[in-house]
């Protein structure tokens, strides 16, 4: 079965230094989408991209988040300056179509540690 | 975009007892989903039932869709140690909006 894959599985970063977080989604999807889910609260939706570019995006998506489709395969989640408070589990997700009949695959996630 | 309610939000029974979760939302949708994650695990989809559909089954999973209560129903029969993990369901307009779900134990 296709999975959506994401690396490193676990980053253990400084605070105010870069990270990026890679996710290969499944070939044939068209729409990508990255989550957080801090630990013990909810699967929050970050943003959501289609066509090399952002489709829609949370308040928490602000200035020091970007997305990227740097080739025909991988999707990557850079957060510039980490805060204390980025620490979560980062997932990445894809799906065929927008709303349509399919559900959405994740990866087993990216758990993210600022110190 | 809109996120379900689940209830409840615990739920402990036996291997082999069947678990029922309840999911309320509140405006139209395109179809409605549940996922399963177990702890510190990415979601897995489980089954996806469109909004002209009133129930649907998947193995051991049975789900039902109200849309005139706007509510759904995830049935697991003969559970099994493994079920245990949050559901969550997810009612479809454009992007996926995740509740608290619901905390399934089952022991063995």
């Known amino acids: 079965e296709p999975e959506v894959t994401q690396t490193p599985s676990h980053q253990v970063t400084q605070m105010g230094q870069e990270v990026i977080l890679r996710c290969v989604p499944i070939?044939?999807?068209?729409?990508f989408y990255w989550y957080r889910q801090i630990l013990g609260q909810k699967v929050e939706f970050l943003v959501s991209?289609?066509?090399?570019?952002?489709?829609?995006k949370s308040e928490i998506f602000d200035d020091q988040f970007s997305v990227e489709r740097p080739d025909g395969s991988n999707f990557t989640l850079k957060i510039r300056s980490t805060k204390l408070e980025d620490s979560a589990m980062y997932f990445c997700?894809?799906?065929?179509?927008?709303?349509?009949?399919?559900?959405?695959?994740f990866g087993s996630g990216t758990r993210l540690t600022v110190v | 975009s809109q996120q379900g309610e689940e209830d409840p939000q615990a739920l402990s029974i036996q291997e082999g007892e069947n678990a029922t979760m309840n999911c309320s939302y509140k405006?139209?949708?395109?179809?409605l989903q549940w996922y399963r994650q177990n702890s510190g695990r990415g979601l897995v989809h489980l089954i996806l039932?469109?909004?002209?559909?009133r129930e649907k089954h998947s193995g051991r999973l049975r789900v039902t869709l109200d849309t005139s209560k706007k509510s759904s129903s995830l049935l697991i029969t003969a559970s099994r140690a493994a079920d245990t993990a949050s559901y969550f369901c997810?009612?479809?307009?454009?992007?996926?909006?995740f509740g608290t779900g619901t905390r399934l134990q089952v022991f063995p």
């Open positions: 997700a894809s799906s065929e179509d927008l709303s349509g009949g399919h559900g959405y695959t």
């Open positions: 070939s044939n999807h068209l729409y």
């Open positions: 991209f289609y066509n090399n570019e952002i489709s829609e």
């Open positions: 405006t139209s949708i395109n179809n």
């Open positions: 039932i469109r909004s002209n559909e």
């Open positions: 997810a009612p479809r307009t454009d992007k996926l909006i």
